[in-house]
């Protein structure tokens, strides 16, 4: 298990723990958890902000690397942070919808899957 440590050290895990933890809170204060009458739209929007969070976790620098923001690797490494939070606000914004949920899903999801698949470093020219 040494490469899931190197890919997710312990900050960004306690990073994506909180950002899940404050999405909740924002989605409960905001349109409210309705399981009982929406629960394709709870399951969704509960989906979305979990790869969300997890996305945005992935920006949180590696040991050694100081207090710069981790990129990556790529020039449009920035897309996958503005899909993470275009992701996180449709579901934040969809009001109990199932169809903005699982847009937003899709766009969190994608952003997550690009920066759990995309190089870490770029090859450096000597």
């Known amino acids: 298990m040494p490469q899931i440590e190197e890919r997710w050290p312990v900050r960004r895990r306690v990073t994506g723990l909180a950002l899940l933890a404050a999405l909740l809170l924002l989605a409960a204060a905001g349109p409210g958890w309705a399981f009982a009458s929406a629960p394709l739209w709870s399951v969704l929007t509960m989906g979305a902000l979990a790869a969300a969070a997890a996305a945005l976790a992935t ?4 040991v050694g690397e100081g207090l710069r923001v981790h990129l990556g690797c ?4 920035a897309l996958e942070g503005l899909a993470a939070i275009g992701g996180a606000w449709l579901a934040l914004t969809s009001a109990h919808d199932g169809g903005t949920a699982s847009l937003a899903l899709a766009l969190a ?3 997550l899957a690009r920066r759990v698949t995309e190089p870490q470093t770029c090859p450096r020219e000597v």
Do not use: D, E, I, N
Not at 59 to 62: G, Y
Not at 74 to 77: Q, R, W
């Open 109 to 111: 999801g994608f952003a």
């Open 74 to 77: 790529g020039p449009c490494a």
């Open 59 to 62: 920006f949180v620098p590696l």
